[in-house]
C-alpha cells in the first residue's frame, strides 16, 4: 500500500465546492473527478488509481488456504441512525459475511448510487464512517464506484460493498457440521437494529433510544476459533433475524434446534417496542450479532473467549442441537410449553438495511 | 419490562393451570367430552399459541377460535373494489399495513403497489388525514377496517376532516362489530360452545353492557379477558368456575383497561358518525345481520363508496371462497385448522388461500406458524 499520510494537502487544490450532489457529478468529467477523489478516495486511501486494485498478502500463499468473496447491497432508510449509518453497516455487514465463513476479510469495494440533490456533507459523513468502520475491523477499502441518479430515481444513497477475504487452512465452519448436543451461543442483545431503524424512522411516535448494534465481528471470530477450534459454523443474525439464521442451521445441518425463551438476552426497550408494535424480537434484524455453534467441550472456552472481545461481552448460551424434530427450531416458552420458531414470511419490517 | 413481565410470571402461572386443572375435573370434562371455550379476538388466539396454552391447560378444555381477527374476515369483494379505487387517477391510498397481503380475486393492495398505484402504510388514520393536507390536489383515501377497537379512531377522524373542510379526503368503510357474529354463532344449530373469552380492547370502547344477551337469552359466560398469559389463564379460570356453579354471566377479568360502561366519548363519536349497515359479509361467515358499520348522511362528503360509486351490496360483487377452503369451518368450531386439506399443503402464510391464514392473528396462522399440529407431527 501507498504511504499517504498527508492526503488532505494533496487533495486541497481539487476540493469539491458543491453543496448538493447534481447529475454532473456522474457525468464522467471533472465534477465527477472531484466528487470522487475529494469525498471517497481521499478518505479510503486505496493502494493507486487504477481502475483495479492489484492486491498481495502473505496469507494467501499459505498452502491450503482459501479465497472467500461476498457482496452485499445496502438501501436502509434513514441513512443515518443511533449507532450507525449506511456506510458502517455497508462495511460490516460484508466483514461480518466474511468472518462468519472463517475468513479473515482483507479487502473491500464500495459502490455508490446517489441520488441527485443530495448534500455533500452527508456523503462526506458516510465516507469517514466507512473508513473508520474498516479500521476497526482492520481492512482497506480499494477500488469503488459511483452514479448519480435523477431525483426519484434512488432514495438518497445505496451503497454496495463487496469483500474478499482469506480462509486459513483447516478452517472449515459451514451450518452443515452441525451435530446434535452442540451448544448455540449469541454474542449479544437482540433486535438492536431493528428497534432502532424503527424508532428512528418516526412513523410510531416511539421515544425510547435504542442504538444499532452494527459493528464488525472479525476479531471476536478470531479469538473464538483460536479458543475452540472445533466451532462448526456461526451466521450473522440480519434480516430474518435470529429465527432465520437457525432456520438456515436447522435445514442445513438436518438436525432439530432448542432454545429458550428466558435465556434470550433482550434490552428492556426493544422488548418494550416489540410490545407495542406486536413484533417478535427474534426476527428483529441485527448487524453485530452472530450465532455460532460448538461441541458442548469447547462451549465455556467459546464463551470466554467471545467475553473477552468487546464485541461479546454480552456473550451467552441460549440453547442446542439436538437429535429431535429435524430441521426445526422449538423454542421453550417461559410457561415450558414448546412452541416452533418458523422462518420469517413476508417482511416484518421494509428497508432496514 | 415493567407492567408486562408480571403476567408473564412462571410461578403464578402454574398456581393458575393447578386451578384450572382442579375445576375442569369437578365439571367432569375429558378429552372425549371437552368444555368448548371459544376466545372471540384475533389477539387471544395469537396469545394462546404464541405462548402455548393450549399445551399447558388440560386436554377437557377446547379452544374454539372465534371470528376476531378483522383483516382475516375482510370479503375478498371489498380488497377487490380497495384496488379499484387505489386504482383511480390521482389517488392515495391508505391502509394498515396488515391489510396489504390480502388476497383479493384478482390481487392484494402490495401487488397494486408493485403495479403502480399510490398505496401508502399509515399507522393511523390521523396519518393519512395528514397526506390529504399537504396534497391538496390529490384525493387520498383511507381504509377504514377494523371492530370497535379502530372504530373510533376512524369517527374522531372524518369529525377533524370535517371540521377542517378537507375535501379531498375520504374513508372506505369496512368497520365491523363483535357482537352480531356472537349472535350468530349462537344461533348456529351445529355449534357446542359452553362459554366465551371476550375481547379486550373492543371492551375498552362499548363496555361490557353489549354481551349481557349471551348471558341472558342464551345462558353462556363470558369473561372479558387481556392479552397477557396469566390475564387468559385467570379468564379460562373464570369461565370454569362459572360452568361449574351453574351461573351465566358477564365478567371483567381486564378491569385495569375496560370500565365496565366503556369510552363513552368514543361511544358517542362513533354515533355521530357511523349508521348500521342492514348487513356485511364476513369472509368465511357469509352476511351476517347489523354486523357492519356505513357513514351517515351528514358525512356523506367523506364516505369513498359515495365518491367512487361503491355500494355495498352488488349481488354480482359476491366472491365464491376458493375450492376446498374450509375457514368457515374453522370459524364455527366444526374443524381444528390441520383437519382442512388445504391447511400447511396449499394454504401457507406466504400464500394465504383463506382468510385464516392471512394474518398472524388468524387461527390457521396461528396454528401454524407456532406449531400445534407440526411440532408433533416433528416430533
Redo the contacts between chains.
Keep these: 500500500m501507498n504511504d499517504r499520510s498527508d492526503p488532505g494537502t494533496v487533495r486541497a487544490a481539487r476540493r469539491l465546492k458543491a453543496d448538493t450532489v447534481t447529475l454532473a457529478h456522474g457525468g464522467g468529467g471533472k465534477a465527477m473527478r472531484d466528487l470522487v477523489e475529494d469525498v471517497f478516495t481521499s478518505v479510503f486511501e486505496p493502494a493507486d488509481m487504477e481502475d483495479q486494485a492489484r492486491l498481495a498478502d502473505a496469507a494467501m500463499r499459505e498452502e491450503g488456504a482459501r479465497l472467500a468473496f461476498t457482496t452485499d447491497s445496502f438501501v436502509v432508510d434513514p441513512v443515518e441512525f443511533p449507532g450507525g449509518d449506511i456506510g458502517k453497516i455497508a462495511v460490516c455487514g460484508t466483514v461480518n459475511d466474511l468472518a462468519v465463513g472463517g475468513a479473515k476479510p482483507l479487502w473491500l469495494s464500495a459502490a455508490f448510487i446517489i441520488e441527485e440533490g443530495v448534500e455533500v456533507a452527508l456523503l462526506r459523513r458516510i465516507a469517514a464512517s466507512m473508513r473508520a468502520a474498516a479500521d476497526e475491523a482492520g481492512v482497506r477499502i480499494v477500488t469503488g464506484d459511483t452514479k448519480v441518479v435523477g431525483r426519484g430515481s434512488a432514495d438518497k444513497l445505496f451503497v454496495t460493498t463487496s469483500g474478499v477475504g482469506v480462509i486459513p487452512a483447516g478452517r472449515d465452519l459451514a451450518a452443515r457440521n452441525v451435530r446434535p448436543g452442540d451448544v448455540a451461543i449469541v454474542n449479544g442483545v437482540l433486535g438492536d437494529h431493528g428497534a432502532a431503524i424503527l424508532a428512528v424512522r418516526g412513523d410510531m411516535a416511539l421515544t425510547v433510544e435504542i442504538e444499532s448494534d452494527c459493528q464488525p465481528l472479525n476479531a471476536l471470530m478470531e479469538a473464538v476459533i483460536a479458543a475452540a477450534p472445533s466451532v462448526r459454523c456461526a451466521r450473522d443474525a440480519t434480516r430474518g433475524g435470529l429465527a432465520s439464521a437457525l432456520n438456515e442451521i436447522a435445514d442445513a445441518a438436518g438436525v432439530g434446534i432448542e432454545i429458550e425463551e428466558t435465556t434470550l438476552p433482550l434490552r428492556a426497550e426493544v422488548k418494550g417496542v416489540c410490545e407495542i408494535l406486536g413484533l417478535d424480537p427474534l426476527y428483529l434484524a441485527n448487524e453485530g450479532t452472530l450465532v455460532l455453534f460448538v461441541p458442548p467441550e469447547e462451549a465455556e472456552a467459546a464463551l470466554a473467549a467471545m467475553r473477552a472481545t468487546p464485541a461479546g461481552r454480552d456473550a451467552v448460551t441460549i440453547g442446542k442441537a439436538v437429535d429431535k424434530h429435524p430441521r426445526t427450531v422449538v423454542m421453550q416458552t417461559l410457561f415450558g410449553g414448546g412452541r416452533i420458531v418458523d422462518m420469517l414470511v413476508g417482511e416484518q419490517l421494509p428497508r432496514i438495511c | 419490562?415493567k407492567y408486562?413481565d408480571e403476567f408473564?410470571d412462571?410461578v403464578a402461572?402454574?398456581g393458575l393451570l393447578a386451578k384450572i386443572e382442579q375445576v375442569t375435573s369437578e365439571i367432569g370434562a375429558t378429552a372425549e367430552k371437552p368444555v368448548h371455550i371459544m376466545e372471540i379476538c384475533g389477539g387471544h388466539t395469537h396469545a394462546i399459541?404464541?405462548?402455548?396454552?393450549d399445551?399447558?391447560t388440560p386436554p377437557g378444555i377446547e379452544f374454539i377460535h372465534g371470528p376476531g381477527c378483522p383483516v382475516c374476515v375482510l370479503p375478498m369483494s371489498r380488497v377487490d373494489e380497495s384496488v379499484e379505487i387505489a386504482e383511480q387517477p390521482g389517488v392515495i391510498f391508505c391502509t394498515f399495513g396488515d391489510a396489504m397481503?390480502v388476497p383479493g380475486t384478482k390481487k392484494s393492495l402490495l401487488q397494486a403497489k408493485a403495479d403502480g398505484c399510490d398505496i401508502r402504510m399509515v399507522?393511523s388514520p390521523l396519518d393519512a388525514l395528514e397526506l390529504a393536507r399537504r396534497n391538496p390536489d390529490r384525493e387520498v383515501v383511507f381504509f377504514g377496517l377494523g371492530f370497535e377497537t379502530t372504530t373510533p379512531s376512524t369517527a374522531f377522524t372524518i369529525q377533524q376532516a370535517a371540521a377542517d373542510g378537507l375535501m379531498n379526503f375520504s374513508i372506505f368503510c369496512n368497520h365491523i362489530t363483535v357482537p352480531p357474529p356472537i349472535k350468530a354463532l349462537l344461533d348456529d344449530p351445529y355449534m357446542t360452545l359452553d362459554g366465551f373469552v371476550g375481547p379486550g380492547h373492543v371492551s375498552m370502547v362499548i363496555g361490557i353492557r353489549p354481551y349481557d344477551f349471551i348471558a341472558r337469552d342464551y345462558n353462556k359466560p363470558i369473561v372479558v379477558a387481556g392479552f397477557e398469559?396469566l390475564d387468559l389463564l385467570q379468564s379460562v379460570l373464570m369461565v370454569l368456575e362459572q360452568i361449574r356453579d351453574g351461573r351465566a354471566e358477564v365478567e371483567n377479568q381486564y378491569s385495569r383497561v375496560v370500565p365496565d360502561e366503556g369510552n363513552p366519548a368514543s361511544i358517542a363519536a362513533c354515533d355521530d358518525v357511523y349508521e348500521t349497515r342492514e348487513r356485511f359479509e364476513w369472509r368465511g361467515l357469509g352476511e351476517i345481520d347489523t354486523s357492519g358499520l356505513k357513514i351517515r348522511d351528514k358525512y356523506a362528503a367523506f364516505d369513498a363508496e359515495r365518491k367512487f360509486g361503491i355500494g355495498y351490496g352488488a349481488a354480482s360483487r359476491f366472491v365464491k371462497e376458493p375450492e376446498g377452503c374450509r375457514c368457515g369451518d374453522v370459524m364455527t368450531g366444526r374443524i381444528k385448522p390441520p383437519q382442512c386439506p388445504k391447511f400447511g399443503a396449499e394454504c401457507l402464510?406466504?400464500t394465504p388461500l383463506g382468510a385464516l391464514m392471512v394474518s398472524?392473528e388468524g387461527a390457521c396462522a396461528a396454528y401454524?406458524?407456532?406449531?400445534g399440529s407440526?411440532?408433533e407431527a416433528?416430533?
Excluded at chain 2, 49 to 53: A, I, P
Design positions: 419490562m408486562a408473564r412462571p402461572a402454574r399459541f404464541r405462548y402455548g396454552l399445551k399447558l397481503r399507522y398469559p402464510p406466504e398472524s401454524y406458524q407456532y406449531g407440526r411440532l416433528a416430533e
